[in-house]
């Protein structure tokens, strides 16, 4: 069993920065790859990052890539997502979510074990 909660949103200017947390709970969450996605008001669900267990392979989605990095601390059990250069079509709820590898994160559909609840991220003047 893993639990997850997500903290850090809120609302940002264009061009501004904010730093997603998540944090999680359960012995398997050292072993366990983390991917962040997220969802905007009539949108499909879609895949942000992914990190695996030891932080030696990442992934991104090509919107994000050069303005969002993923990083975990497994002392912390925290996953991180920094988020520069916003932009308002990166408004949505972002979730984290775990499973036992980074194949299944970013696999289509993900298959992913837990998810967290999400934080609402608003990128507005």
């Known amino acids: 069993q893993v639990q997850l909660v997500e903290s850090g949103g809120g609302l940002v200017q264009p061009g501004g920065s904010l730093r997603l947390s998540c944090a999680g709970s359960g012995r398997t969450f050292i072993s366990s790859a983390m991917g962040w996605f997220r969802q905007a008001p009539g949108k499909e669900r879609e895949f942000v990052a992914a990190?695996?267990?030891?932080?030696?392979?990442?992934h991104y989605t090509d919107s994000v890539k050069g303005r969002f990095t993923i990083s975990r601390d497994n002392a912390k059990s925290t996953v991180y997502l920094q988020m520069n250069s916003l932009k308002p079509e990166d408004t949505a709820v972002y979730s984290c979510a775990a499973a036992p590898s980074i194949e299944r994160v970013i696999s289509k559909p993900p298959l992913v074990n837990y998810w967290g609840k999400g934080t609402l991220v608003t990128v507005s003047s």
């Open positions: 990190i695996d267990w030891n932080s030696t392979n990442l």
